[in-house]
């Protein structure tokens, strides 16, 4: 990302709260436009408004140019399908900035465009012809052979016929005699046909058709053609039948050539002779060959052609896709009455202004233009963009918070603090230091092949782990560290840092899972001792440690997110938000269950043995009552009356008071202006604040709306803290399950001494181990951890009623099309 | 099962009513044509549809553009979506999907008869005819030489077969029968279906018995109007008007008689839904009915997508669609010959 001076010490805080941003009026000379925007596109810093909304997109200024580049990407499209089609790649990006005047360029691609649709139309005419002589290759060989067949069993017949006459005369020898059926050649009826070729699927209908028209008067035969035959009409391979029809009279041939015409069935000249038919084929293989040399030629000159178009696409293409978004960043700037100039309006961060001049300048300068670009900053109350400067490591943290909902300008930014809690959070559900090792590894090889795999387009799926790999390679590190405060290794505990500190009453052990250990070295340095594991009071322990520890994240988070909130009303100079809603709020959540976390720290530290559920509950319920046993310190119970009664204060003080100040501030505005009607200026700055600042002051609705805040936090402070309690419900499901795999698949494998039930036992366990705990118990690990983040840390705080900030750049557009 | 669609429609049907209700929210709305009424080219119509759900289907069409290829590429996106919905469709939906084709099967069938009947090229004929309305054996229409010809060659395979049994005579075919042909293949088209949407039964009954007894009155008040005058008789012109509608029976008693245009208003003016119709044209005027009457159809079809759990919105959807693209053709024609001022005569505001 950008490097930029900052004045101070201290890092950029650049996450803490968007960038600065201010309204800028560009006043640009027309000569010079179109290259101060192109040089405004590769700065990619600004947001044009569209001035020109209410008009529609071919009346405005620039619609020709859009409409020139719109043809001209059309052909760019023409040429890349071709080219593919053709089995050539578009040469790889030149990022040359050659000077590419858009003029030469159309004229250009026109030239090409029509000399590629000629070959092309000559080449199908020419690839036409082809196919025609092919098909009727086909058709003379095969009609050739129903008609050879024919003759053959007609002489075959007629041989027969003739053996029968020579013999003596039987009941079967027919009435008429040969003569009469042979000679008088005028009265014969002299039958006509047709052959050609017919779609497959369509030559049943096809038949159909011709015996009902002709109502039987017809003797088709057809023949299939074995491979697919390319038809010459459309240019697609189809499967086809050779066919030849038989009809008398001049009437069932018309018919049957329309029919023919209709079913989209070739037909070609045909001769009964054998001999014709002899020299046809071999005329016919001779014109084929000549043809496919053509077509050859044709096609090496085609093929030239695309190479050349190839090698320069990419720049073209570059080109065109550029100038199209600069007209369209013109159309959107309004033109001034003289029509010298045009007047753009845009958002911009404060840093970029030295950036954004120069820019104007250079344009200024490269034009030999006389005016210079004029720059001011316009002062509005609109709500600026949010823009945030992020890297390729922080930018998947800050989108898990935009997917709530984009930050309220300069809002403080639950981002930065996402990038510890949320792999955090994460990993206290998905504690163990083996799966953590196995997703560090599979992350690693994403940000080690980073250049190549970003280039390159992936499924969704991977798409998403890839986008979020820093996200995961964080997770995965810190999964491992409480992996190692939980002792698991894929569920296995290993004395890692020292001994257990725990050891057996006597050599056999017999009484350790009865009576217990005793504790002979000193404490388990870091993490759960791993005696633990296997022990009768395992889950009781784990999951009274892990509930606490639940507890105490999450009421260190909700803090987190009011304190957040303190920052915010003081920024945006709201004290009633500081006095009215933060302060009671923190004494409301800290009366209770800071409380709690205070006795929960207390007892882990004297390891006293009181019910803190029965200190929470009785101090609700009789709080004046003698604690008894269960006192953690001294003059518990008067500290216990004083935080009840302050968080009893604490919610009206929420509720009442701001919606009051709310209406007495409103008020007094009103109040202000009220004297002073006829002075202008104070007319002026009344409607300007009537326009823009309060519009309707309803006090209902906003005490209403305090109303239900209130609710919502009181109800929240419970229910949220009650939802922290998932961190240890994951936690201990992910525990569990891997002790399963473990044990029931892997040690019991073991137990079986067999080479075959151990592989098995082994690709079982790897294959649960990944696709259960590697893959779905991150998945849902990740989306508690995501819901802790959106709903209980951030409806502390967020507004997230912002919009993105999405400048004009030539770098996004690039992007965007691939 | 009236009422109890809600419970089980959704197995079959949701996910197509779905489907064609997002159709739907892509129509063209009032300000797309205001702003389409003030292109001053075709091009300008091409890059203002570019932003609508036409744009991939016009993208990549080469610059002198025509009104028949803006027609085409829409008409072809329709057909897209038809497609679309029949592959996914059950019984009975596919049928019903099925039905609303065969107006434009009757069409096609009549455009080629026709066409052959003046010597036209058949595959210029076929280039014209509605894709929807598109079979198999279409182009052997142009074989035959009169009725039972057609009926025995091309029609016994389609699904129109069964509206033939009335107008089968070998007769040789002539413009004055054929038409008389389409008239009672409509009829009969419609009366059909009307029966299927009653077997459905439902609110599918309900609101398409109500759309297809407007187009049967329609179809009859249209058929009066162009019968007047010619030797058709009273008791044929009767025979052409379906059987069900507002309309039927007493008005249809009265539209056979009726001589003039006036007599057909007067006819029309007892119904009440009618009357807003009629009472827009001025006396003797007949140029503006259609528009009215298109209009009217609009708001119907509009109506049919308030209620949930029936087909009609199949129906409603497809002829609207067919309605917008019966404006884009009219705005391009008046763009293209330079009529801007006649540019509102003939457009439907579908929103």
Redesign the interface.
Same mark, same amino acid.
């Not at chain 2, 993208?59 to 610059?63: L, V």
């Given at each position: 990302m950008g490097e930029r001076g900052r004045e101070g010490c201290c890092p950029p805080m650049d996450l803490m709260r968007s960038e600065p941003m201010h309204l800028v009026q560009l006043i640009i000379p027309i000569e010079s436009a179109h290259r101060t925007i192109s040089y405004l596109g590769d700065l990619g810093l600004i947001q044009f408004k569209d001035l020109n909304a209410e008009k529609?997109?071919?009346?405005r200024t620039y619609?020709n140019q859009?409409?020139r580049c719109?043809?001209m990407a059309?052909k760019l499209?023409?040429f890349r399908e071709q080219i593919l089609k053709a089995g050539f790649s578009p040469a790889v990006r030149s990022v040359t900035e050659a000077d590419l005047n858009l003029d030469d360029v159309e004229v250009k691609l026109g030239d090409l465009e029509a000399e590629l649709v000629e070959i092309n139309a000559n080449g199908e005419k020419l690839q036409r012809t082809y196919n025609e002589l092919a098909e009727y290759k086909l058709v003379i060989q095969k009609a050739g052979e129903f008609f050879h067949s024919a003759l053959s069993s007609a002489e075959a017949q007629q041989r027969e016929f003739a053996s029968n006459q020579s013999g003596e005369e039987s009941l079967e020898t027919p009435l008429l005699s040969e003569q009469e059926m042979t000679t008088d050649p005028s009265k014969q009826v002299k039958l006509g046909f047709t052959a050609g070729l017919v779609p497959r699927e369509?030559s049943i209908?096809f038949e159909r058709?011709l015996f009902?028209?002709t109502r039987g008067n017809v003797f088709l035969k057809q023949a299939v053609v074995d491979n697919p035959v390319t038809d010459p009409v459309s240019g697609e391979k189809v499967e086809k039948n050779v066919f030849a029809v038989f009809f008398s009279g001049e009437r069932a041939k018309n018919?049957i050539l329309?029919?023919c015409?209709?079913?989209g069935a070739n037909r070609y000249p045909f001769s009964e002779d054998l001999g014709k038919q002899a020299q046809m084929i071999t005329e016919v293989s001779g014109r084929l060959s000549e043809l496919k040399t053509t077509i050859d030629a044709g096609l090496v000159h085609r093929g030239n052609l695309l190479q050349t178009i190839g090698e320069q696409f990419e720049r073209w293409n570059f080109l065109v896709r550029r100038e199209k978004s600069i007209y369209h960043t013109l159309n959107m700037l309004s033109i001034d009455v003289t029509k010298k100039c045009l007047v753009a309006e845009g958002w911009s961060p404060v840093f970029a202004t030295k950036q954004i001049q120069d820019a104007l300048h250079r344009a200024t300068q490269d034009c030999n233009s006389q005016v210079d670009a004029i720059f001011q900053v316009l002062h509005t109350r609109e709500m600026p963009p949010t823009y945030f400067q992020t890297n390729k490591f922080t930018s998947a943290f800050q989108e898990i918070v935009d997917a709530y909902g984009v930050a309220k300008y300069q809002e403080a930014n639950p981002g930065v603090y996402t990038i510890v809690t949320f792999p955090f959070l994460f990993a206290v559900m998905f504690g163990d230091w083996g799966h953590g090792i196995c997703l560090l590894l599979g992350t690693l090889y994403f940000i080690i092949r980073e250049k190549k795999l970003s280039s390159q387009k992936l499924g969704d799926i991977m798409e998403m782990t890839f986008g979020g790999r820093y996200v995961i390679l964080l997770m995965s590190l810190f999964s491992i560290y409480t992996g190692f405060i939980y002792n698991e290794f894929f569920s296995v505990p290993f004395e890692f840092f020292s001994r257990s500190a725990y050891s057996c009453r006597d050599l056999s052990c017999s009484e350790a899972t009865t009576v217990g250990l005793i504790k002979a070295r000193d404490t388990y340095p870091f993490g759960v001792d791993p005696a633990w594991y296997g022990s009768r009071s395992e889950l009781p322990f784990l999951n009274s440690m892990k509930m606490k520890m639940s507890i105490l994240l999450g009421v260190a988070q909700m803090n987190l997110g009011i304190i957040l909130s303190y920052f915010n009303s003081k920024f945006f100079g709201n004290s009633i938000n500081t006095w009215f809603q933060f302060i009671p709020q923190m004494i409301f959540l800290n009366s209770l269950f800071g409380y709690l976390s205070v006795l929960v720290i207390i007892k882990w530290c004297t390891g006293s043995k009181a019910d803190l559920y029965h200190v929470m509950i009785y101090m609700f319920l009789s709080p004046t009552d003698e604690i008894g046993e269960n006192q953690l310190f001294p003059g518990q119970k008067t500290t216990q009356l004083v935080l009840l009664l302050l968080a009893f204060v604490s919610v009206p003080w929420m509720l009442l008071p701001k919606p009051f100040l709310l209406k007495l501030q409103h008020d007094r505005h009103r109040g202000q202006y009220a004297p002073l009607p006829d002075s202008e200026e104070s007319l002026q700055s009344e409607s300007n604040q009537d326009s823009h600042g309060h519009e309707e002051f309803e006090f209902s609705e906003i005490f209403v709306h305090q109303l239900i805040h209130t609710i919502e936090f009181v109800l929240g402070a419970v229910s949220n803290t009650a939802s922290y309690l998932r961190l240890w419900a994951l936690s201990l499901a992910h525990s569990e399950l891997s002790t399963v795999f473990y044990e029931k698949v892997l040690l019991l494998a073991w137990g079986y001494n067999n080479v075959i039930i151990i592989i098995v036992g082994i690709i079982i366990f790897i294959c649960a181990t990944v696709g259960v705990l590697l893959v779905m118990e991150t998945l849902s690990a990740f989306l508690h951890a995501l819901r802790l983040h959106w709903v209980e840390f951030q409806n502390k705080f967020y507004e997230g009623d912002g919009y993105k900030f999405y400048p004009y750049s030539f770098a996004l557009i690039d992007y965007e099309e691939e | 099962m009236y009422g109890f669609e809600a419970m089980t429609f959704n197995i079959h049907g949701g996910y197509l009513e779905a489907i064609v209700r997002g159709h739907r929210s892509g129509l063209l709305t009032a300000a797309d044509y205001n702003?389409l009424c003030?292109?001053?080219t075709l091009?300008?119509i091409k890059?203002?549809l570019? =932003?609508t759900e036409y744009g991939p289907y016009l993208?990549? #069409?080469?610059?002198p553009l025509h009104t028949t290829t803006i027609v085409e590429k829409c008409t072809l996106k329709l057909v897209d979506e038809y497609k679309q919905m029949l592959c996914q469709a059950t019984e009975p939906l596919s049928t019903f999907l099925e039905y609303i084709t065969y107006g434009h099967m009757i069409d096609n069938v009549v455009l080629i008869v026709t066409g052959t009947l003046h010597e036209r090229d058949?595959q210029e004929l076929l280039e014209k005819c509605h894709p929807l309305g598109m079979f198999?054996?279409i =182009?052997?229409?142009?074989?035959a030489q009169n009725m039972k #010809?057609l009926y025995?060659?091309?029609l016994v395979?389609t699904p129109l077969a069964p509206y033939f049994s009335e107008c089968i005579t070998s007769e040789d075919l002539d413009d004055m029968n054929i038409e008389i042909m389409r008239n009672t293949l409509y009829k009969a088209y419609l009366e059909d279906f009307y029966r299927f949407c009653q077997k459905l039964g439902g609110a599918t009954a309900e609101i398409m018995s109500d759309l297809l007894a407007f187009e049967a009155d329609r179809r009859a008040v249209n058929i009066t109007i162009n019968s007047i005058g010619t030797e058709l008789t009273r008791d044929d012109r009767r025979k052409l008007y379906s059987s069900f509608g507002l309309l039927y029976p007493y008005g249809h008693e009265e539209l056979a008689v009726s001589e003039d245009i006036d007599q057909v208003r007067a006819v029309m003016e007892k119904y009440p839904p009618y009357q807003s119709i009629f009472s827009k044209l001025s006396y003797g005027e007949s140029q503006l009915l259609d528009k009215a009457f298109y209009e009217e159809e609009v708001k119907r079809l509009c109506l049919a997508f308030e209620q949930q759990f029936h087909y009609g919105v199949f129906f409603a959807y497809m002829r609207l669609r067919e309605q917008e693209i019966r404006n884009l053709m009219w705005i391009s024609e008046c763009v293209a010959q330079n009529q801007k001022s006649r540019v509102h005569d003939s457009v439907v505001f579908i929103f």
């Open positions: 529609s997109p071919f009346q619609a859009i409409k719109g043809e059309r499209r023409f369509k209908a058709i009902r028209a018919k329309k029919i015409d209709a079913f | 702003n003030q292109c001053e091009e300008d890059m203002h570019s =932003a993208q990549n #069409e080469p610059s058949v198999d054996s =182009a052997t229409l142009a074989v #010809e025995r060659l091309v395979d």
